[in-house]
């Protein structure tokens, strides 16, 4: 199978179900040389080298392109595969996420692409920076750092904007046991504080507990309207009374469940108090 599979078409690639995924891993492990099967399997986890592409941050000159990485990615997809044993009690998929991160990473940084010379000079304004960062007390300026090198500024910037690093937000900060990966320590803006996820899980089963305290029409017509989305004539359709009457049941039952919720956490407030 050729490394540069199009990521991009895994849109249009046939899911497996579990079982006949579970077939597919079967028949490989009995015989890792069969090419055909591995391949299949490849197909069908090509997904996780495009997952960890996107998660990948790189800053890179245009002779790597993005077909660059992917390619990288998918070496190490197929080197999962071929090195998988299901016995040691890991998951491929997360087995297979490090063997890929692994690879793509340790491709770009053995691709060194700047010349010798040009590696001197960055480093050289690297050093020079934080010298004068130590002796001023603060981030020198473009301006600064050329004249301490005897530079023109327009150099100093050309030469810094050759400067490529690759970084991973899967790379450790740290040392040792206080180390930690970067994808750690960013923020999730879209979920929830651990106490927040705590109060929707509260509050999902007080929801549920006072929704079997509702007489069962009520709960029924709840339920097709917020969870099948049907509309109060739809809804009177099927329990068989006017979409005005549906109207009249709705409200009324959206009372009774805020008396039933009110009332518990009444209760609860009171046990904590006692």
């Known amino acids: 199978m050729s490394q540069a599979t199009d990521i991009d078409s895994y849109k249009k690639i046939t899911r497996l179900s579990d ?17 055909e099967v591995r391949d299949k399997l490849i197909v ?27 390619s990288f990615g998918i070496e190490g997809l197929i080197d999962a595969i071929e090195k998988y044993h299901p016995n040691k009690g890991a998951k491929f998929e997360s087995y297979a996420l490090m063997r890929i991160r692994g690879s793509i990473i340790d491709r770009m940084r053995s691709s060194d692409w700047l010349p010798r010379t040009l ?3 960055i480093k050289e ?5 934080e010298r004068l960062k130590q002796e001023i007390g603060r981030a020198p300026t473009s301006k600064e750092i050329a004249d301490t090198i005897g530079m023109s500024e327009e150099k100093v910037l050309e030469i810094l904007s050759c400067d490529v690093s690759v ?14 990966e970067i994808i750690d320590t960013i923020e999730d803006e879209n979920s929830n504080r651990p106490e927040e ?13 006072a929704l079997k305290k509702l007489p069962e029409r009520e709960r029924m017509l709840l339920v097709f309207y917020y969870h099948e989305n049907m509309t109060l004539k739809e809804i009177g359709e099927a329990i068989n009374v006017s979409e005005s009457r549906v109207c009249q049941l709705h409200a009324q039952a959206i009372m009774k469940l805020r008396n039933i919720l009110s009332t518990t956490r009444s209760e609860r407030l009171s046990k904590s108090i006692i």
């Open 125 to 129: 304004i690297k050093i020079t920076t």
């Open 19 to 35: 079982e006949e995924l579970e077939q597919l891993w079967e028949k490989y492990l009995q015989d890792r040389t069969d090419k």
């Open 197 to 209: 996820e705590m109060e929707r899980v509260d509050a999902k089963k007080e929801l549920e507990l």
């Open 119 to 121: 590696r001197r000079k």
């Open 167 to 180: 970084n991973s937000i899967y790379d450790k900060k740290g040392t040792g046991e206080d180390s930690v």
């Open 44 to 70: 069908q986890y090509i997904y996780l080298a495009r997952y960890v592409v996107g998660r990948i941050k790189v800053n890179m000159p245009p002779s790597f392109s993005f077909e660059d990485i992917v």
